[in-house]
């Protein structure tokens, strides 16, 4: 019988993933303990430490399943995940490397040339060049097929004109993924035709990047201007017109993780903490109802991840899960404000005032950033057929 | 745990499809007893699922029993098969021979407690016993003394004074009071009334979540049918935004009630192994059909408050079942407490179930 509901394989949690598990969770103690790092709340967003993504690539757990040939380690998407959620369930400081590590690298290793592959891939991978996404345009967000930054053909390669904006991490970033056009026209109808992807050394002539400071006060995301940049031939990325299919994909490698419900998992830790062993009803309802929130969606994460595993494109169940997750994440904080009362201070020595001071200014964000929770149920009506 | 390839699921499917439908759960709630459904249930071997096969059982895994018991939840199945299933798994337990037609069990409540003497003579009265009036025997957790017992009751034996639930269901007060049990046996370590409550809240759960499912398909249809302004409603943002959401929590729901029947099946639902599994289920399930409830209803507009359209079958045992064997707030608070006794520095090892 035909259903509507959405179903997510059930991932088997072995031993050996387990031990990895563990792995990670005693380098976070031990690094925590000698001050490698202060944890933090949305640090896979807003926790740049240069230092640590190196440590990390180190240990072998960036670009973890791609090939050996390319400096990755052939391990399987369950083995990243298990890396991954430990990483941000910690509050690590990994923004530095996330994007390359999640989508920039696989795009490369999907649709670059071999050179691509062989020059860039390792140093992703060893936690030392890092990634900016250039999708969004100051006249472009959710509709990004109305982008307008083109690439017009020259002599051996591409000119390329326009503002790429909220491009995270720009201003530390080596390369950047930038979607533009190529051809075709802005119109209603064949908008989704002539876009292709470009892989942008951003240190070239013709890029300026300007900050802009977000208003929790993080020097974060940026403007990226293309004034008649030129970049050769091989820095197409995969193929020309077919960059509304590759952003697809994209995005939905963007979508897929867990850090889309565990970016204020330090905030609920360090609250627990103040709770302390004997809560009262109160306190005991918001951290039942938060970590029977949060074990429900791990599961279906693990599944999208299951479903990545078997070679799938999750793309609408990794929607839903984000839809679900962000929402949870927007009222996790307010919940446990009404039990544990702070006032919030950025520079608190107290770990529980700080990490709800950062959390509290950045979960805005949660519902915006990979596309807004209307976009994503956008997608989801559509699989019910209802668009 | 899929149900797409499971053939106790199709079969329970088939009878469901042809022996569930709308004028049978009307006829059910007006008082008339689904006789061909539980015959044929009964034929197919599918009552006793979780009854040991020594014992005059079925023998089912208790993961396909639970795969049943999503399915009996789409169908809103009017009848005391989960209830059956639980005094079976519960008379297994107790390596009690299993009788078959209709069973419940009692008590409902962690804090109730029925009393047995040595020669088998029970006191106490329990209240809230799924489908009590309908049953021919109830598997009754009771005590001699301290130690707890497994009795099997004759219905005939006690008195009833019914009640009904959100969904028409029969919740009956049971009157123990003299009846004399026609077996028993010490229940085996970790069966006790918090236990039975707990196996309780994890079918509970299952059924929930096929509810869940129900009532987005049929939201889904709806509005894919009705047509208002010109163009079926499912074509408006706000329809389609509310059923995303509906999507999400029957998905979250289903997910959490998986995991449930996963940690039962795996440490036996005795004891406190599954219990961290089962509170956030009912937890994260009741929340889930308190809003995906009303998305759907809203959905139906009119139509879905009446009496007539069978929407109601489906969330009104949600909302029923929500309460029943302890509510949200009632799990999720036990949860918080083994959270903050584990301390702040487990709070994640124990998300991911270490
Ligand atoms: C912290 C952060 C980091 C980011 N990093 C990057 C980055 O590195 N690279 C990059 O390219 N982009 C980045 N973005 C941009 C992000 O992808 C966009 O913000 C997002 O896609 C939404 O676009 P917008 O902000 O222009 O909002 P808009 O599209 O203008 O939307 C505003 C509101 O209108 C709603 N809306 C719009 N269209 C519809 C519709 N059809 N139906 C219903 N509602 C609608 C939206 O849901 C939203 O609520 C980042 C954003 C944030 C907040």
């Known amino acids: 019988m035909s259903s509507n509901a959405f179903r997510f394989p059930d991932v088997e949690f072995t031993p050996e993933l387990k031990a990895l598990q563990q792995e990670v969770r005693d380098f976070l103690a031990a690094e925590k303990a000698s001050g490698g790092f202060v944890p933090v709340a949305d640090g896979w967003g807003f926790g740049v430490d240069l230092e640590f993504s190196r440590k990390l690539g180190q240990k072998g757990w960036l670009g973890m399943t791609w090939p050996k040939q390319y400096g990755g380690h052939e391990r399987s998407s369950m083995e990243r995940y298990v890396v991954t959620e430990e990483l941000l369930a910690a509050g690590a400081p990994v923004s530095a490397h996330w994007v390359a590590d999640r989508q920039s690298g696989p795009m490369i290793l999907k649709n670059g040339t071999e050179e691509q592959k062989k020059t860039i891939l390792p140093r992703i991978a060893a936690g030392e060049c890092h990634f900016a996404i250039g999708m969004s345009e100051p006249g472009s967000g959710s509709d990004l097929a109305s982008l307008r930054t083109t690439a017009t053909k020259v002599d051996g390669g591409y000119k390329i004109n326009g503002t790429k904006i909220w491009s995270s991490g720009a201003h530390f970033c080596h390369y950047m993924i930038a979607t533009v056009r190529t051809g075709g026209t802005r119109d209603e109808k064949n908008r989704h035709e002539g876009l292709s992807q470009f892989l942008i050394d951003l240190s070239i002539p013709g890029i300026e990047i300007r900050s802009i400071k977000n208003m929790a006060g993080d020097e974060h995301f940026n403007e990226t201007h293309f004034t008649d940049a030129f970049v050769p031939d091989d820095c197409l990325l995969g193929e020309e017109g077919d960059g509304w299919h590759q952003v697809t994909s994209e995005l939905g490698l963007e979508r897929s993780g867990p850090e889309r419900f565990l970016s204020s998992a330090i905030v609920l830790t360090e609250a627990a903490r103040k709770i302390g062993n004997e809560p009262d009803d109160r306190e005991a309802l918001m951290l039942g109802q938060s970590v029977a929130r949060l074990k429900s969606l791990r599961r279906m994460s693990l599944g999208v991840s299951g479903l990545l595993q078997e070679g799938g494109s999750p793309t609408v169940e990794a929607a839903l899960v984000k839809d679900i997750g962000t929402r949870y994440e927007s009222t996790l904080l307010n919940d446990i404000r009404q039990v544990q009362p702070t006032e919030p201070l950025g520079q608190s020595t107290d770990d529980f005032a700080r990490t709800m001071a950062e959390g509290l200014l950045r979960v805005p964000s949660s519902t915006i950033r990979g596309g807004t929770n209307e976009v994503l149920r956008g997608i989801v009506a559509r699989q019910l057929g209802l668009r | ?254 997910a959490a009630a998986d995991a449930a029947a996963e940690a039962v099946s795996r440490k036996g639902g005795l004891g406190t192994g599954a219990l961290a599994e089962i509170a956030a289920a009912k937890t994260r399930v009741g929340e889930a059909a308190t809003r995906g409830a009303a998305i759907a209803h809203q959905t139906h507009g009119a139509m879905g408050f009446t009496y007539e359209h069978s929407l109601h079958h489906a969330t009104r045992r949600l909302w029923a079942w929500r309460d029943e064997f302890g509510n949200e707030s009632h799990w999720a608070i036990m949860l918080g407490r083994m959270v903050a006794a584990r301390g702040a520095d487990e709070l994640w090892p124990f998300v991911t179930g270490d």
């Not at chain 2, 497994?150 to 006690?158: F, T, Y």
């Not at chain 2, 049990?181 to 039975?196: H, K, R």
């Open chain 2, 1 to 254: 745990m899929s149900n797409e390839d499971n053939l106790i699921v199709d079969a329970a499917t088939r009878i469901f499809q042809d022996m569930s439908e709308p004028g049978v759960i009307n006829a059910a709630e007006a008082g008339e007893w689904p006789t061909d459904l539980w015959n044929t249930l009964e034929e197919s071997g599918l009552t006793l699922a979780w009854g040991d096969e020594a014992l005059g059982g079925a023998g089912v895994d208790m993961l396909d029993g639970f795969a049943l018991l999503k399915t009996a939840g789409r169908f809103s199945v009017p009848a005391p098969m989960a209830d059956t299933l639980l005094a079976a798994w519960m008379l297994s337990h107790a390596k009690l021979q299993m009788p078959t037609g209709p069973m419940t069990i009692a008590p409902t409540q962690a804090e109730a407690r029925i009393a047995i003497s040595a020669d088998g003579v029970l006191t106490g009265t329990a209240r809230h016993i799924p489908f009590g009036r309908n049953a021919d025997h109830i598997a009754v957790l009771a005590r001699d003394g301290d130690k707890a017992v497994v009795a099997l009751v004759k219905r005939a034996d006690c008195a009833i004074r019914e009640n009904i639930n959100l969904a028409g269901e029969p919740a009956d007060e049971v009157s123990f009071d003299g009846a004399k049990a026609i077996a028993t046996a010490s229940a085996p370590d970790g069966l006790d009334e918090a236990a039975l409550v707990a196996m309780g809240a994890a079918v509970r759960s299952m059924q929930m979540a096929g509810g869940l499912e129900k009532i987005l398909d049929q939201s889904v249809q709806y509005s894919l049918e009705r047509s208002q302004f010109g163009r079926p409603i499912g074509k408006f943002q706000a329809v389609q935004h509310g059923l995303a959401e509906l999507a999400g929590e029957a998905a979250a729901a289903g």
